[in-house]
């Protein structure tokens, strides 16, 4: 099998088990407001979350950085796709994905185990960037621990328009960014309104 | 059905996925394809609803279910499936995001075999397949 994907493929797990390992405080959370509360803003269980999907899943070794000057970031190829999870529970929120549409075509390939000549479809783009969104969100709520399980909707994925610049998401709060083999995906969370 | 198509289906191993991701049930037959169990078949649907429709209509040995779905969750279809005698000895195994106490505690009555969180490695599934199957491939 020539995919990184491949059952025998070595996997960087000292790392993310040191991370995951962390004794995190839990987060307090008042039940009667049911929004998404600030400290969960800088939640570091998100980052870790969304690092454990990406290296567990698709084998890639990831760093994680601050938004920074997200107008600096090299040019995506292709477009970006947007990808949102509404959660609700003891608080309620999304949890929202962007990435180029190459690194998402690259991802489809690893998760599916498809070679370089295997076509990916825009259907299966679409599929990976909405399920990749439901992990991380689903994987970040988990470890709150709340006594009442979150329900999650299902993905909603969107193409941005042709020249969306990445600084564009730090309106919609972007809470990090993930490089990926120079590539990005900007990850953050929006409380409910 | 003749005998022998009869015969055929008792030795098939039909295992139902049911996500609403297109994406993970094509992961997971990717997985089980690698395992090569004999007589293994994969079966999807895309929520609970669509499940318990496909388990009127054929013989099920497994089900491996996510939790958050639409029309009718995971947790609802394993509700359903323990109240049918004639489906209790199918064996269900959970595949979500969702590993939290309560969520583990909601089903804890329901006779989960096994509750594999997402993400996980190919591997991780692959072991839980041998460890349900192997003893049914053997026999």
């Known amino acids: 099998m020539s995919s990184p994907n491949c059952l025998n493929h070595a996997l960087r797990r000292d790392e993310l088990s040191a991370l995951e390992q962390k004794k995190l405080p839990a987060m307090r959370v008042n039940p009667s407001e049911g929004r998404l509360p600030r400290r969960a803003k800088d939640d570091e269980r998100l980052r870790l979350a969304a690092v454990s999907v990406l290296e567990t899943m698709f084998y890639r070794v990831v760093e994680v950085s601050q938004p920074g000057n997200l107008a600096d970031l090299p040019a995506a190829k292709g477009c970006w796709l947007h990808s949102s999870v509404t959660f609700s529970g003891a608080f309620s929120g999304s949890v929202v994905c962007w990435l180029p549409e190459g690194l998402a075509e690259a991802l489809t390939r690893d998760f599916l185990g498809l070679s370089e000549e295997d076509a990916v479809d825009e259907g299966q783009r679409t599929d990976l960037v909405a399920e990749l969104s439901n992990m991380i969100c689903g994987r970040w709520l988990s470890t709150l621990q709340h006594p009442i399980p979150f329900a999650l909707t299902h993905p909603a994925v ?14 919609h709060a972007p809470e990090f960014v993930i490089n990926v ?6 990850v953050g969370t929006i409380g409910e309104k | 059905m003749d005998n022998n198509n009869a015969r055929a289906e008792d030795r098939q191993l039909n295992i139902l996925v049911v996500d609403d991701s297109a994406m993970m049930r094509a992961m997971i037959k990717r997985v089980v394809e690698i395992c090569d169990f004999p007589g293994a078949h994969i079966l999807f649907a895309g929520n609970g609803k669509e499940a318990l429709q496909v388990l009127t209509e054929k013989r099920v040995s497994a089900v491996f279910t996510d939790i958050n779905m639409p029309e009718m969750n995971g947790v609802e279809l394993l509700r359903q499936i323990r109240q049918r005698p004639e489906w209790r000895q199918i064996i269900c195994v959970i595949i979500s995001t969702d590993g939290s106490d309560a969520r583990k505690q909601e089903v804890s009555g329901l006779d989960v075999k096994a509750y594999l969180e997402k993400p996980f490695s190919p591997e991780v599934m692959r ?13």
Do not use: H
């Open chain 1, 158 to 171: 969107v193409e941005e328009p042709e020249g969306w610049c990445p600084s564009e998401a730090f309106l």
């Open chain 1, 181 to 186: 083999d120079g590539e990005t995906i900007l």
């Open chain 2, 127 to 139: 072991d839980v397949l041998a460890e349900l199957f192997e003893p049914c491939a053997q026999a």
